[in-house]
Structure formats: structure tokens, C-alpha cells
């Protein structure tokens, strides 16, 4: 944990079991803090229109950036820290409306419409009574919310005892250009037993799972507004050009096109 943030308080939104109130929302600007792990009965979509936000849920993590928005089924334990300056907006789904709604977290790429009913549901100041044109609104909110297709930005974790010290060695060094040969070695193990165990454990192999790593703290630190130079270098790339290949490659776009169009 970084020891420069600080401890961000729940709101009591995601705990109010109230049928006659379906959704629930509400915006705050939050720097450099960390929600402890919790759960609530209410669903929740967590979305930032800037800054980037670190969930982890059970054995993955998320990075959500302003081109996405992460779903959180109700009752499911996570963490959320909020790197430097978010503007997060959130918004809470009673459980006796849930049904028709994804059933695992996922992240998404959040559409404008999506974006707009979600600010647009913040907005209303509800005093314990919704008017017809709000429950409407919120009817089409959860439609859209009904619809939603996972992306691929997250980066699963295990709690194997041995593949959790490989994981935790790779997230303490991403520039680490060691092959799967030097972490099965410390590991007392086989590289092809270790091989195994990332596909085993975290559905994908090594090199998928590393590449997947660099993508997100790409991400990360793009939202920070680091250069793709320097990005590029702590990553551990020999050349800027290099690293814009892969992120294209994988993301459909070029660094600085993502910055562009998702941090602007």
C-alpha cells in the first residue's frame, strides 16, 4: 500500500436496501486515497471521468480509466484506490433489481449514452420520492447496464503459494526482462511445471500475463500523465517505437492517441 494515501470513508449509499428507491448515485473528487476492502447489498458501477482508479476484486485487479467504467455485483468484497486526482462517479442498484444484471465483475468500455444517464441519475435530488420521468430514466439506465460486454483490462491474481511470490516479484519490478527459466529456477520448480501453473491458475501464460501487466501500468500511468518516452523506459523497452507496437497491437490504438481521446 502506498503510505501516501490516505483512508477514504464508504458512503452509506451501497448499504440503503430500499426498493422504492432502485438507483442511487453520487460524485465526489477524491486524491490520492484508498477504500479498505468492503461490500455492500447494492450493485455498483464505479466510473472516473478523470484520473485512474485500482480495484481489486477477489483474485484481480482493474485499472479503470476514464474510458471505462468497472461493474461490482452486490456483495462482493473490493478494494478501490484513487491515484492522484479522480472524479469519480458512482451509482448504487438495489438487490430486488439486480435480476437481468451481470453477475461478475467485470470492466467496460462505457458508452457516451451510458455516461450521460449515469450523470444525469447523479443529478436528481431525490428526498425519498421518485418522480415517474426519474423512474424512467433509471429503467433505461439499467437496460443499458443489462447490455454491457467485459473489455479486457484486468490482470488476474492467485493465491497459490508459489505462483503468488512469481506474481508479486513481476508486480514489484514490471521492467523485470527475466525469463520464465530464471522465476521457475527460484522457485524450485520446472519452467514447464510454472508454465502450467499460469494457465492453471491465472487462465493465460506467462508472456500473456506479463505483456497484460505492462498494458495496465501503461494505462496507469498514462492517466497520470507521465510521456510515452518515459513510460516506455520504465517499462523496461529498449526503444519508444517498441513499446508503441505492443500497446497498438493490443489495444487498437497508439499511446498518444489514447491520451488523446480518453484522458482529454
Excluded at 500473456?208 to 501500468?217: T, Y
Excluded at 500523465?225 to 490504438?253: C, P
Aim: hydrophobic residues 40%; negative net charge; contains cysteine.
Amino acid at each position: 500500500m502506498n503510505n501516501e494515501y490516505q483512508t477514504y470513508y464508504l458512503v452509506d449509499y451501497g448499504f440503503q436496501i430500499n426498493p422504492e428507491l432502485p438507483v442511487v448515485g453520487y460524485t465526489e473528487k477524491i486524491t490520492n486515497a484508498i477504500c479498505v476492502s468492503h461490500a455492500h447489498p447494492r450493485a455498483q458501477l464505479i466510473y472516473a471521468s478523470s484520473g485512474v482508479m485500482n480495484v481489486v476484486v477477489e483474485n484481480q485487479i482493474w485499472v479503470v480509466n476514464p474510458l471505462q467504467g468497472l461493474w461490482i455485483p452486490g456483495g462482493m468484497e473490493h478494494q478501490v484506490s484513487f491515484q492522484q486526482d479522480v472524479n469519480l462517479y458512482s451509482v448504487f442498484i438495489d438487490p430486488s433489481f439486480t435480476a437481468g444484471l451481470p453477475g461478475t465483475t467485470f470492466s467496460f468500455d462505457i458508452s457516451e449514452f451510458l455516461k450521460q444517464l449515469l450523470f444525469k441519475i447523479i443529478s436528481f435530488k431525490i428526498d425519498g420520492i421518485i418522480t415517474p420521468s426519474q423512474r424512467r430514466i433509471m429503467d433505461v439506465f439499467m437496460d443499458e447496464l443489462a447490455s454491457i460486454q467485459p473489455s479486457a483490462t484486468f490482470l488476474p491474481t492467485t493465491n497459490h503459494l508459489v505462483l503468488s511470490n512469481v506474481v508479486e516479484l513481476l508486480l514489484e519490478d514490471v521492467a523485470s526482462k527475466h525469463t520464465i527459466e530464471y522465476y521457475a529456477e527460484i522457485s524450485c520448480m520446472s519452467s514447464r511445471t510454472l508454465s502450467r501453473l499460469f494457465i492453471k491458475e491465472l487462465g493465460m501464460n506467462f508472456s500473456d500475463w506479463r505483456i497484460r501487466l505492462k498494458l495496465l501500468e501503461a494505462i496507469k500511468r498514462l492517466g497520470e500523465k507521465q510521456s510515452v518516452k518515459e513510460i516506455a523506459f520504465d517499462l523496461g523497452y529498449e526503444t519508444t517505437s517498441a513499446f508503441i507496437f505492443m500497446f497498438k497491437k493490443h489495444l487498437g490504438k497508439t499511446p498518444s492517441n489514447y491520451i488523446l481521446e480518453d484522458f482529454a
